[in-house]
């Protein structure tokens, strides 16, 4: 028997993709149903800023060209949870500031009250979608770290979040059967 996996014809790998990505809707939905997070849940939410369908200020898109890191804590406004996207208004510099999101722009979900963590592949732009290409003199972006400490995660707070650190992350391999 060769030590080779064949390839397969199903794309699993993109389907495990939109389940968890469907994780983050649910807990969403869950949040936007009740009026309120539960307990000390909040969310630490990474989503790439030029992925179609996000929309956010232009003077948010300069700040963020790349990804930006959200933070569902205690001033947010509005959420509306829907199968494709979620809006949110939350407070930048005292100044209330409407995104949507979809949920394939989102790179990385993580409760630090829990220490859970999802983090995503790239989703791949929906057929015709127009994507800013990164200047080739760029460096590769690098994931970042994000401090689990709660007067780091203020929503109003003026500078960049940074991504999560904390839990662990596993792969799906752990639990496939050999």
Same mark, same amino acid.
């Given at each position: @028997?060769?030590?080779?996996?064949?390839?397969?014809?199903?794309?699993?790998?993109?389907?495990?993709?939109?389940?968890?990505?469907?994780?983050?809707?649910?807990?969403?939905?869950?949040?936007?149903?009740?009026?309120?997070?539960?307990?000390?849940?909040?969310?630490?939410?990474?989503?790439?800023?030029?992925?179609?369908?996000?929309? @956010?200020?232009?003077?948010?898109?300069?700040r963020?060209?790349?990804? @930006?890191?959200?933070?569902?804590?205690?001033?947010y406004?509005?959420?509306?949870?829907?199968?494709?996207?979620?809006?949110?208004?939350?407070?930048?510099?005292?100044?209330?500031?409407?995104?949507?999101?979809?949920?394939?722009?989102?790179?990385?979900?993580?409760?630090?009250?829990?220490?859970?963590?999802?983090?995503?592949?790239?989703?791949?732009?929906?057929?015709?979608?127009?994507?800013?290409?990164?200047?080739?003199?760029?460096?590769?972006?690098?994931?970042?770290k994000?401090?689990? #400490?709660?007067?780091?995660?203020?929503?109003?707070?003026?500078?960049?979040?940074?991504?999560?650190?904390?839990?662990?992350?596993?792969?799906?391999?752990?639990?496939? #059967? #050999?």
């Amino acid at each position: @028997m060769s030590d080779e996996t064949p390839d397969s014809l199903i794309p699993y790998d993109e389907i495990v993709q939109d389940a968890l990505r469907a994780v983050v809707g649910r807990v969403l939905g869950e949040v936007e149903r009740d009026g309120n997070l539960p307990g000390d849940h909040h969310f630490y939410i990474t989503f790439d800023s030029q992925h179609p369908g996000v929309k @956010m200020s232009d003077w948010l898109k300069e700040r963020y060209p790349e990804e @930006m890191t959200i933070v569902v804590q205690h001033q947010y406004w509005g959420l509306a949870v829907r199968p494709d996207a979620f809006d949110i208004t939350l407070s930048f510099q005292k100044i209330g500031e409407p995104l949507t999101v979809p949920f394939e722009a989102v790179k990385a979900f993580f409760d630090p009250s829990v220490q859970f963590m999802l983090q995503f592949k790239p989703a791949a732009a929906p057929p015709g979608a127009a994507r800013k290409p990164a200047p080739a003199e760029q460096p590769a972006p690098q994931p970042a770290k994000l401090e689990t #400490k709660p007067e780091a995660a203020a929503p109003e707070d003026d500078k960049a979040k940074p991504a999560p650190t904390g839990g662990e992350v596993v792969s799906l391999d752990k639990f496939r #059967k #050999k």
